[in-house]
């Protein structure tokens, strides 16, 4: 997919508008309601696109301003769950508790969840873009279940909706559609045995470049306390990495700077695209143009670089505005050092 040199992009959400919902915050409560709600949701997202095009970004995304959570905003166009039935649920193997909605019933989609905010998006750039759904099996693991009673059988029957939705955000002009999968490093054996198939499901048919995004998560205090106890290298990928260089997923992204996943794991991905964090999303400090080129020119001993793309660690929603935008000029910068260091 690369047409140049080192790429940029973003992992997948943008900080709010503090009109549209509070600001520094996940979960964040919408400030308004119908159509006024609708309206600034398409406001917002047109805003997020120009941030980025400002910023030089190559591959644009909506941001996930008409979304309140990466999760929840595709399941409340399901059918067969109920919210007011919820359940507090240990999510990422108990690394934090949150209130899941349950499923109750064969699920079913009412109707395209993001064909407006995708139109919208393909209809005021010309720049590739990207847009990110759930992956099934991180699905899973942020919901309660009280039908289907078997993981697999729900992740599939969940991947077989989102391949309703992708194959409509292709069919809106979508270049790149993204599964978010922060739930891989948790359960690394059922990602191999199960989860890349889940993503196949996801993907079947659909005629557009598809990525999988894992990390190790928003720069939560709950995430960052886990990130402390697991050591000097994080070496989770190993587990799945070649499983996922077998799948017909075209890109990989996960996080690079300021993490300690040893870039050597990188190799383990050969023939696909890696999306390669290069702005941390935990901190508030802006990287420097040759920071981010530093982490390039490392994965570029393991990635031929004709496969590398530049993007951030994770989602920016919770981060000041001001800040997610200052680190995405720092993107661009890094990047467009690197493309001269390399020729």
Not at 8 to 23: E, N
Not at 107 to 128: G, Y
Request: net charge negative; glycine share 8%; with cysteine.
């Amino acid at each position: 997919m690369p047409e140049i040199l080192f790429p940029t992009t973003i992992a997948g959400s943008l900080p709010k508008p503090a009109w549209l919902a509070a600001p520094n915050k996940l979960w964040a409560p919408w400030r308004l309601e119908g159509e006024e709600l609708a309206a600034a949701k398409d406001d917002a997202t047109l805003l997020a696109i120009k941030v980025q095009e400002d910023a030089g970004i190559d591959i644009v995304g909506d941001g996930e301003q008409a979304r309140q959570h990466f999760v929840h905003g595709f399941l409340e166009a399901v059918d067969g769950i109920d919210f007011d039935k919820r359940v507090e649920m240990g999510i990422r193997n108990d690394r934090y508790k949150a209130m899941c909605p349950t499923v109750v019933g064969p699920l079913r989609l009412r109707s395209r969840v993001h064909a407006r905010e995708a139109r919208l998006a393909r209809a005021h750039t010309t720049r590739k873009l990207k847009f990110t759904l759930p992956g099934p099996m991180t699905i899973v693991d942020t919901i309660a279940d009280a039908h289907y009673g078997d993981r697999v059988k729900m992740a599939m029957a969940f991947a077989a909706l989102l391949n309703e939705e992708a194959r409509g955000l292709a069919a809106d002009g979508v270049d790149v559609i993204q599964f978010d999968e922060p739930a891989f490093n948790v359960y690394m054996d059922d990602a191999a045995s199960w989860g890349i198939e889940a993503l196949h499901r996801a993907i079947d048919g659909v005629g557009c470049t598809s990525a999988v995004h894992i990390c190790y998560g928003y720069g939560i205090p709950a995430n960052i306390e886990w990130k402390a106890t697991l050591g000097a290298e994080w070496r989770q990928y190993e587990k799945f990495f070649p499983a996922l260089a077998r799948s017909r997923i075209d890109q990989v992204s996960l996080e690079c700077i300021n993490s300690h996943v040893p870039m050597s794991v990188l190799k383990l991905l050969a023939g696909k695209d890696v999306l390669i964090g290069a702005i941390d999303v935990a901190t508030d400090r802006i990287e420097t143009p040759e920071e981010v080129a530093e982490v390039i020119a490392k994965a570029a001993e393991y990635v031929p670089v004709q496969k590398i793309i530049v993007g951030t660690n994770c989602g920016m929603a919770p981060m000041r505005r001001e800040i997610a935008a200052m680190k995405l000029d720092a993107l661009d910068r890094g990047a467009a050092l690197a493309r001269k260091s390399f020729g």
